[in-house]
């Protein structure tokens, strides 16, 4: 899948139009359509990085093409599945950010989330 086909489909996913992500990135509405049809990429790499805050994604996820990019559609019965854990992982990325909890308590949760995600793997 290539760069184009990717920023289309996220930003679709988010429900937004060509204008709000060129607001969000501060370039022209032109600069989406060229993104998406895949007649240019973006120059600055800061610009890849908003994206990928934009849309919850690894840069990395961006910038590789032609690998398989599939969010789950709506009649998969793991859609609702995807949007809970993606809901958890934005609320989990507050609770990062704060500084008002201690390092200390946020690396306990990460050794729980750890132990959780292999008790459950196996």
Request: proline share 2%; net charge neutral.
């Amino acid at each position: 899948m290539t760069f184009g086909d990717k920023i289309k489909i996220l930003r679709t996913e988010k429900g937004w139009i060509q204008q709000e992500l060129a607001d969000a990135l501060g370039v022209s509405v032109r600069t989406i359509k060229n993104y998406e049809l895949g007649d240019s990429y973006p120059k600055n790499r800061l610009i890849y990085k908003k994206l990928a805050d934009i849309f919850d994604v690894e840069v990395n996820e961006l910038l590789v093409e032609n690998e398989e990019f599939k969010m789950p559609e709506k009649s998969d019965p793991s859609y609702s599945d995807y949007h809970a854990l993606k809901h958890s992982l934005n609320q989990m990325k507050l609770v990062f950010r704060s500084e008002k909890i201690k390092q200390k308590d946020k690396d306990d949760l990460v050794r729980k989330l750890w132990d959780l995600y292999w008790d459950n793997k196996k």
